[in-house]
């Protein structure tokens, strides 16, 4: 079995090191991946947005399983590509196709997803230019703070929350009217909110059955305390030391099965994963978005804690067969502190020499932001390297991931020092 990954990221990486566990793995292909790749894999100069191009080592590499890393290439079709073109008949393509991948390209079409499926969610109004005067008025009744979302994908930062009413109107101003996020404001969703806890479910479906991966937490902001502006993760745990049976169950049956229940009744063409990002608002889950993919750096904690083959699994999915397969989930936790280059989540430096990585003991690396050159390994993004560690309970998983954050060196580095520090009192 040849298998080639999309992606750069630590998402990528982690599956990669998954991946590269299975009996039934022939050759991995990882494209562009990362200098962690690299050592796994062999890495592809390759776009995965250029369709024809991955089709092109597809067919030279003997590829028969392809993996979709990130939300762009789903959004914009590849899985249809696939499936259209000749001679790509056997190719297997973990991903949904372009219309259930809207599940995470338009807020508003997951908005009125969730509600045909009575999946519960927060309530919400979508709106454009030539209704903000509308849009005014239901800002008006509502309670703040009020929550703004950019209807498209807009690299992680289309959402605003605002406790302010007139800041409020101004920022649906700046988003409708002035594009603040480009075309992906042109539509606006305006939703009530929701005040708990966070927490993300991941599921693997072949469209019709599923199977419910490992719960993670992660943390968005960039300042400890949960502070200053968000990012793509700074850091992730799991399992949710809050999440007992009883928030599990009514996740299921509240959550997983009618998402699933509406993909098939939809008739999607959907064999991958779902990302479920929910808010824990007095012991009962509601959804405050999909993803269509592995989250980062989720996956850095949920990969580790995964028994079973995942390739087996993906290629059940992939073949209408998932319910045959057993998933086995590590009862250990796993956490993961994510080092970023000074700056991110605005301007950053590139090119930071990284050193004490063969000092690193007791955790596993996944790179993200990293590039090889010559004998050394570079920084080549904003989020660097994620350090992800396993112990008994979160509390010795951390500091674990602490002491080896700590062996880790590059000019600039920073991270967070208070990843799981909420769990305590949530305990």
Do not use: C
Not at 85 to 99: H, N, Q, R, T, Y
Not at 197 to 213: H, N, Q, R
Not at 235 to 254: H, M, N, R, T, Y
Not at 370 to 384: D, L, P, S, Y
């Amino acid at each position: 079995m040849n298998v080639l990954i999309l992606g750069s990221g630590g998402r990528e990486h982690a599956l990669a090191w998954k991946i590269k566990q299975s009996k039934q793995l022939e050759q991995l292909y990882v494209a562009p991946g990362n200098a962690g790749t690299a050592e796994l894999a062999e890495n592809l100069s390759l776009s995965p947005h250029d369709f024809d191009a991955v089709a092109e080592q597809v067919k030279d590499l003997n590829i028969n399983l392809l993996l979709v890393g990130p939300e762009d290439p789903l959004v914009n079709g590849i899985v249809d590509y696939f499936k259209q073109k000749k001679g790509f008949e056997d190719l297997m393509v973990i991903g949904p196709a372009k219309e259930p991948a809207m599940l995470e390209g338009s807020k508003e079409f997951a908005k009125n997803f969730m509600a045909q499926f009575k999946v519960p969610t927060a309530a919400y109004q979508s709106f454009q230019k030539h209704r903000i005067e509308e849009g005014y008025k239901f800002l008006e009744s509502l309670k703040p703070p009020y929550v703004l979302k950019a209807d498209g994908l807009a690299a992680g930062k289309g959402v605003l929350i605002i406790k302010d009413l007139e800041e409020a109107k101004l920022a649906l101003r700046s988003m409708l009217v002035e594009e603040q996020f480009g075309s992906a404001s042109q539509n606006v969703v305006i939703e009530e909110f929701l005040d708990g806890i966070e927490m993300s479910v991941f599921v693997l479906t072949d469209g019709e059955s599923y199977k419910i991966l490992p719960e993670a937490k992660d943390y968005k902001r960039i300042g400890e305390a949960d502070t200053g502006l968000n990012t793509g993760g700074m850091g992730a745990v799991s399992p949710v030391p809050f999440a007992d049976q009883s928030l599990l169950d009514k996740i299921e049956q509240k959550i997983v099965k009618p998402s699933v229940a509406g993909i098939k009744e939809r008739g999607f063409d959907y064999k991958g994963f779902l990302f479920i990002g929910l808010m824990i608002v007095e012991h009962e889950p509601y959804v405050i978005e999909y993803n269509v993919r592995m989250g980062d750096p989720e996956t850095e904690v949920v990969m580790p804690r995964v028994k079973s083959d995942l390739l087996s699994h993906l290629i059940a999915a992939a073949n209408g067969r998932l319910d045959s397969e057993k998933l086995e989930i590590d009862k250990e936790a796993a956490t993961t502190v994510m080092l970023v280059s000074g700056g991110y989540p605005e301007a950053y430096e590139k090119g930071k020499v990284i050193k004490g990585l063969d000092e690193v003991a007791d955790a596993t690396i996944f790179h993200a932001g990293t590039k090889n050159e010559g004998e050394e390994v570079i920084t080549n993004g904003g989020r660097v390297l994620a350090v992800t560690a396993r112990g008994e309970n979160y509390k010795a998983a951390l500091e674990k991931s602490y002491r080896n954050v700590n062996r880790i060196l590059f000019d600039q580095k920073y991270f967070r020092k208070d990843i799981g520090f909420d769990l305590m009192d949530a305990e």
